[in-house]
């Protein structure tokens, strides 16, 4: 089922909705024919979507990617620290 929630209010007060399949299947936009994972549009927008029969691939990163992110995430929390640190007796 296609649904559509409330996202964001964007600076200009524009109201945002999410439109996304509940089931994690594409969605396609039948105004243009392109598919999403999802879609955001205003409030008052007039797009129409249906759900895909095709399923958004789940994402599981791997062994080295979790890795490479903890790795850099112990370099900014140790470059965070030196900057918090300076000139501090």
Do not use: C, W
Request: charge should be negative; avoid cysteine.
């Amino acid at each position: 089922m296609i649904v559509r929630e409330f996202y964001k209010t964007r600076a200009d007060g524009v109201n945002l909705y999410k439109i996304y399949s509940d089931k994690t299947k594409y969605i396609l936009q039948e105004d243009t024919g392109l598919i999403y994972n999802l879609a955001i549009d205003t409030e008052h927008s007039t797009h129409t979507y249906t759900e895909t029969d095709s399923d958004i691939p789940k994402y599981s990163p791997t062994d080295a990617e979790l890795r490479v992110r903890t790795t850099d995430l112990e370099s900014a929390v140790m470059e965070l620290a030196a900057l918090l640190t300076e000139g501090v007796e």
